[in-house]
């Protein structure tokens, strides 16, 4: 509920706040989630809908640290034993990046960052949860509607591998989102 109420705060302090520094940004939005797990696929189908949430701080010049999150959740049957299941996937980053000089509104970025992803599975009357480590990469082009209001798109690659049982699995894929964001 708190985070419900503190971002349309944080947009409407925004909006009143002088473009003067802009350090901080924080920008929420949705993406289009192509798992790379082909068995991911089969079970739960080629494209799934995320949430993302991205703040960040600008250190120097067009240089920034930033703070990633999104979360995938989708359902589907096993094929051949015909039984329901329910994933989830977790993706939380850290990494840097870089802005270009803006071109009357248009700025583009680049990101790398490290990558935490978290996978929960409930199928055949068992839950399996793993996290592992992984990589998050990502290019995109924002559009500023004012000095400190922007929309951005983007495309990324998120991508952790972890075994379960004896099989390895794809945590992650590749993202295409836009997103509604602000510099305060």
């Given amino acids: 509920m708190k985070k419900i109420v503190i971002l349309p705060l ?20 949705v ?11 089969d079970v739960y189908g080629a494209t799934q809908v995320s949430p993302e949430l ?4 600008h250190l120097y010049r067009n240089f920034y640290f ?8 989708a359902s589907g049957v096993i094929p051949v034993v015909e039984d329901a299941a329910k994933a989830s996937q977790t993706l939380l980053s850290l990494g840097a990046g870089w802005e270009t000089r803006r071109w009357g509104r248009l700025q583009g970025d680049l990101s790398a960052a490290l990558l935490m992803a ?10 399996a949860s793993k996290w592992a480590p992984g990589f998050d990469v990502r290019a995109g082009l924002n559009y500023f509607l004012k000095e400190n209001i922007f929309l951005g798109l983007s495309l990324g690659y998120a991508g952790a591998w972890v075994e379960i049982g004896k099989k390895d699995i794809v945590l992650g894929g590749l993202r295409a989102g836009i997103l509604l964001g602000l510099r305060f």
């Fill in 10 to 29: 944080l947009l409407a302090l925004a909006i009143v706040l002088p473009a003067k520094e802009q350090k901080f940004f924080a920008a929420i939005g």
């Fill in 31 to 41: 993406a289009a989630f192509q798992s790379a797990d082909a068995g991911f696929k």
């Fill in 54 to 57: 991205k703040l960040g701080y």
């Fill in 118 to 127: 978290g996978l929960q599975e409930k199928a055949m009357g068992t839950t």
């Fill in 66 to 73: 930033w703070l990633g999150g999104s979360f995938i959740s």
